[in-house]
């Protein structure tokens, strides 16, 4: 018990490769015999399986999150100066993509209950962004912490203003929306397989998702450098993004355990909430929707007192994110909604990201973090 006290990890990926160490070590083997290092046999196994986990139509992998966006607006053909609309409450990839390829991200400001981009905020936007004579493009969509966006609201507002949706999923892989996997929602779904994301490989890793098949084909030339009929045929400017066979290899091996891993999830932020509703502002899934709950983010006054407090005890924290983007010196040059997106400045002093993977004692913890509270 005092063992467990003085250990509390934030994300346990020591915990979660213990029982399958032994498939972990043979998948990986599988690949040396092979020796089929770039987009082997296991590449396409882990896009079929992604497919038929999330039920899209097309799953087609690559190097890493960030590029995944990247590989998105390309794929959507957002051309140099076009605007995107971004959420500024979010980590700094979502809007790196968009400038990384000569776009303008503009910042939009976020829900306080939700995290996610804020629908009205979107709206003024768009109107303020069309009036400078922005030729506004697409819409990233931030599953912030795993919690799916507001797609009822958010689609009627890109098809009436002509814009695409992109779902930056890297943290909500395996969250559901009316019943479907997120990944159905949008034009593309981007996500991340970095070793912390709920399904994390053991290095870099990425996927997206698509119902189209024409979008399907440009994604699959853009992540290959553009490739045609064959290796030696270019008929785009298109990046190297590949999954890597032993990432691949490794990724299958925890998709297995992922549903399993997804409800421990479920019933441990559950418990949190139980616990610790009325003594802080605990996370709000939006209505119909489930979480992947890659973070337990809570919202609290005297922040860094209780932060501290925390990690006297033993509890490790962290503040996802504690800046906006429109605050950061790489950023804030970049066009933003009219008076500012003030719920996102607010947001990054007040949140706080509790220790969350599936192997966690929350029972135990929450009991620890409640007497914290009380002593402050
Ligand atoms: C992690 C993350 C990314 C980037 O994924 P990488 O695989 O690290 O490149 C993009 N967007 C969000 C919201 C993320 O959390």
Not at 147 to 153: G, S
Not at 350 to 373: D, F, T, W
Request: charged share 20%; hydrophobic share 40%.
């Amino acid at each position: 018990m005092n063992e467990y006290h003085e250990n509390i990890a934030f994300i346990d990926l020591k915990a979660q490769l213990q029982p399958i160490r032994n498939d972990i070590d043979n998948a990986i083997s599988r690949v040396l015999d092979h020796g089929q290092f770039i987009m082997g046999p296991e590449v396409k196994e882990f896009e079929k399986q992604l497919v038929q986990f999330t039920q899209v139509k097309h799953a087609v992998t690559c190097a890493n999150g960030t590029d995944a966006i990247t590989l998105a607006l390309m794929a959507l053909d957002i051309q140099h100066g076009e605007v995107v609309f971004v959420p500024s409450f979010t980590y700094v990839a979502s809007a790196e993509a968009v400038a990384l390829i000569g776009a303008v991200p503009y910042f939009v400001d976020v829900d306080p209950e939700s995290f996610n981009i804020c629908p009205n905020s979107l709206e003024m936007a768009i109107k303020e962004a069309s009036k400078c004579g922005l030729v506004g493009k697409a819409i990233i969509a931030v599953e912030l912490f795993g919690n799916p966006c507001a797609y009822a609201a958010l689609g009627p507002i890109a098809s009436s203003n002509g814009l695409k949706i992109i779902v930056d999923a890297a943290q909500s892989f395996g969250a559901t929306y009316a019943g479907e996997s997120t990944a159905m929602q949008g034009d593309i779904v981007t996500t991340s397989f970095f070793p912390a994301k709920p399904l994390g490989c053991y290095g870099d890793g990425g996927a997206l998702f698509t119902n189209s098949d024409q979008l399907h084909d440009r994604l699959n030339s853009l992540r290959l450098h553009g490739k045609g009929e064959y290796k030696y045929d270019n008929i785009r400017v298109g990046m190297n993004s590949r999954l890597d066979t032993v990432q691949a290899a490794i990724l299958i091996e925890k998709l297995r355990i992922f549903p399993t891993e997804l409800s421990s999830r479920r019933s441990i932020a559950k418990k949190y909430t139980e616990a610790l509703a009325g003594r802080l502002i605990t996370p709000q899934i939006s209505v119909g929707s489930s979480s992947s709950w890659a973070q337990y983010t809570v919202k609290c006054n005297q922040r860094e007192k209780f932060r501290s407090e925390l990690s006297a005890s033993g509890i490790p924290t962290v503040v996802y994110y504690p800046l906006a983007l429109t605050q950061q010196e790489g950023y804030k040059h970049f066009p933003k909604v009219s008076g500012g997106t003030l719920n996102a400045e607010k947001l990054s002093n007040e949140v706080l990201s509790l220790p969350m993977h599936p192997n966690l004692n929350v029972k135990e913890l929450a009991k620890k973090i409640l007497n914290v509270l009380e002593n402050i």
